[in-house]
T-cell receptor, first 110, second 114 residues
Framework: NAGVTQTPKFRVLKTGQSMTLLCAQD?????MYWYRQDPGMGLRLIHY???????AKGEVPDGYNVSRLKKQNFLLGLESAAPSQTSVYFC?????????FGSGTRLTVV | GEDVEQSLFLSVREGDSSVINCTYT??????LYWYKQEPGAGLQLLTY?????DMKQDQRLTVLLNKKDKHLSLRIADTQTGDSAIYFC??????????????FGKGTHLIIQP
């Protein structure tokens, strides 16, 4: 089925470790987004991309980097994980008014 | 920046109607959405409304938009235990060439009493 796929679904990191979250979409959408969800905070935009090779900062970009080397993939990197980055991360893609979300990645930093 | 406000909790009896309210500040909001999130799950789009509409109905769901007051509501008729979830209001001022992401409220926990 067409949609947005996030990998991994769960991950536990030690403080200072690095990792990359992968988001892949097969709908040929131009726009892609990374959000984080924390209890009582709703979803907040980390970074987004308006097309292959482009990225831009969202509301809470500090501590994260992103890359969009291929149109269908949007990578979110944590270079040196901190406990404050414990969260659920959602990727989304969009075209026009419609947004499609992945099922999320639950990340715990200990 | 844009802000979207929702009350954090709503408790209703099974079979009653639930009304979840949302206010937003961005006067250029073009599209407004309601998402549902069940425990441990992702986001499910329930419904959306364009800013040039006042009301939209879809089975048990009714969305009302008061653009003058920047107020959006979601009414769920005949609330059932399966409606227990967090409901997020979201908006975007996306135009044809824009890339704005969605701005979300903090979510309303809908609690169903037997």
């Amino acid at each position: 089925n067409a949609g947005v796929t996030q990998t991994p679904k769960f991950r536990v990191l030690k403080t200072g470790q690095s990792m990359t979250l992968l988001c892949a979409q097969d709908m040929n959408h131009e726009y892609m987004y990374w959000y984080r969800q924390d209890p009582g905070m709703g979803l907040r935009l980390i970074h987004y991309s308006v097309g292959e090779g482009t990225t831009a900062k969202g509301e809470v970009p500090d501590g994260y980097n992103v890359s969009r080397l291929k149109k269908q993939n949007f990578l979110l990197g944590l270079e040196s994980a901190a406990p404050s980055q414990t969260s659920v991360y959602f990727c989304a893609s969009s075209y026009g008014w419609g947004y499609t979300f992945g099922s999320g990645t639950r990340l715990t930093v200990v | 920046g844009e802000d979207v406000e929702q009350s954090l909790f709503l408790s209703v009896r099974e079979g009653d109607s639930s009304v979840i309210n949302c206010t937003y500040t961005d006067s250029s909001s073009t599209y407004l959405y309601w998402y549902k999130q069940e425990p441990g799950a992702g986001l499910q789009l329930l419904t959306y409304i364009f800013s040039n509409m006042d009301m939209k109905q879809d089975q048990r769901l009714t969305v009302l938009l008061n653009k003058k007051d920047k107020h959006l509501s979601l009414r769920i008729a005949d609330t059932q235990t399966g409606d227990s979830a967090i409901y997020f209001c979201a908006e975007t001022s996306r135009t044809g060439g824009g890339a704005d992401g969605l701005t979300f409220g903090k979510g309303t926990h809908l609690i169903i009493q037997p």
